[in-house]
């Protein structure tokens, strides 16, 4: 069985009706892709906490109206598929609040209805969210690698030179730490470097359970790399 026939993402796609397995794990994207959602609704409300509910309303409707159903596998890309929602949801409430004359105290920036984005200064939207999409991963796979590090009883390296994963360290940095830790400098540079490489794995895990196929695997770390730069380990 291929891996991407059991990733969330197409665990949720394949799944027929609300099987609770897809429920959970569709929930699991959510909760995981939270950030990028609110960082794109905030470019459009002026308001931040007008912000935060309609982040949670997004959801709440998402979930509850199986929004997702509608996906097309062969796409297979969580990411775009959840920005596409989010537009929808925002031209949805906008014609709302128009239509009502005033909106519950939300003031949106303008919202264009296809894929041109009219914002009255400010971050892109999409730029905002694909950052976010990308640290969100970023921070899941660092949580995982976290996980590991304790279970293994080497939490306090982990801690100590998770500083070291996403940056590239100074000499300084690597003598001070060396010294905290009572290791040699080599030998911390070891530690580093497979910290880093299994860093690389389950980034390349976190983002594969949001694709269905290898060819969009390798868009999405394209994509993540273009956003997060140096913050990514090579």
Same mark, same amino acid.
């Given at each position: 069985? %291929?891996?991407? /026939?059991?990733?969330?993402? %197409?665990?949720?796609?394949?799944? %027929?009706? &609300?099987?609770? /397995?897809?429920? +959970?794990?569709?929930? +699991? ?10 960082? $794109? ?8 906490? &007008? ?22 596998? *062969? ?5 775009? $598929? ?33 894929? &041109? ?10 730029? !905002?969210? @694909?950052?976010?999409? *990308?640290?969100?991963?970023?921070? +899941? ?6 996980? /590991?590090?304790? *279970? ?17 360290? +100074?000499?300084?940095? $690597?003598?001070?730490? !060396? ?26 895990? @976190? ?12 868009? @999405?770390?394209?994509?993540?790399? %273009?956003?997060?730069? !140096?913050?990514?380990? /090579?």
């Amino acid at each position: 069985m %291929s891996r991407f /026939e059991t990733t969330r993402w %197409s665990l949720v796609l394949t799944a %027929s009706g &609300g099987a609770q /397995e897809a429920r +959970a794990a569709l929930e +699991a994207l959510c909760r995981t892709y939270r950030a990028p959602v609110l960082a $794109y609704i905030r470019r459009h409300v002026r308001h931040g906490d &007008g912000a935060e509910d309609l982040t949670q309303a997004f959801f709440l409707e998402f979930l509850e109206h199986a929004w997702h159903a509608g996906a097309d596998p *062969a796409r297979g890309r969580f990411r775009a $598929y959840l920005l596409t929602a989010v537009k929808r949801f925002l031209i949805d409430q906008h014609v709302l609040a128009q239509r009502l004359k005033r909106g519950g105290g939300i003031v949106f920036e303008p919202i264009a209805t296809d894929d &041109g984005i009219d914002v009255a200064g400010g971050d892109d939207p999409e730029a !905002a969210f @694909e950052r976010d999409w *990308a640290l969100a991963a970023l921070d +899941a796979a660092l949580a995982r690698l976290r996980a /590991e590090a304790d *279970a293994a009883g080497k939490l306090a390296l982990f801690e100590r030179l998770r500083e070291f994963l996403t940056e590239r360290p +100074a000499d300084a940095d $690597y003598a001070r730490a !060396a010294a905290a830790l009572n290791l040699r400098r080599n030998t911390l540079a070891v530690a580093v470097h497979r910290l880093r490489h299994r860093l690389r794995e389950l980034v390349r895990a @976190e983002i594969g359970e949001t694709t269905g196929d290898r060819d969009a695997l390798q868009q @999405e770390l394209r994509g993540l790399r %273009s956003a997060l730069g !140096a913050a990514l380990p /090579e």
